[in-house]
């Protein structure tokens, strides 16, 4: 089980970024992914998540009306769609998958891809 996430990049206050989370060796429709992200001097933070089926999306507080996380089937893919960045939002930015539950958590996950860096100018 693998995962990657892909995507970051330097963007200054206002702008968008895609966050991609691309999964080799299973197939990331059986699993619910959670997004976090940690920033420095600061604790990891649960910023969204989305059930195996998509019927159940979740996204902490600070970033709903600004983030949308979505999967594409076809790409074995989950994307994190960043709109209006706040340097707030500077983070490291990783993929997770709990295996425990297809449901959308922010607990106990089992795999974890490598982070991608989000860097937001004011």
């Known amino acids: 089980v693998q995962l990657q996430a892909s995507g970051g990049g330097l963007v200054q206050a206002g702008g968008s970024l895609r966050l991609s989370c691309i999964a080799s060796?299973?197939?990331?429709?059986?699993?619910?992914i959670t997004w976090f992200r940690q920033a420095p001097g600061k604790e990891r933070e649960g910023v969204s998540c989305i059930s195996w089926t998509g019927g159940k999306i979740d996204y902490v507080d600070s970033v709903k009306g600004r983030f949308t996380i979505s999967r594409d089937s076809a790409k074995n893919t989950v994307y994190l769609q960043m709109h209006n960045l706040e340097p707030e939002d500077t983070a490291i930015y990783y993929c997770?998958?709990?295996?425990?539950?297809?449901?959308?958590?922010?607990?106990?996950?089992?795999?974890w891809g490598k982070g991608t860096q989000v860097t937001v100018s004011s």
């Open positions: 997770a998958v709990p295996g425990w539950t297809r449901q959308c958590t922010r607990d106990r996950m089992n795999y």
């Open positions: 060796g299973f197939t990331l429709d059986a699993y619910s």
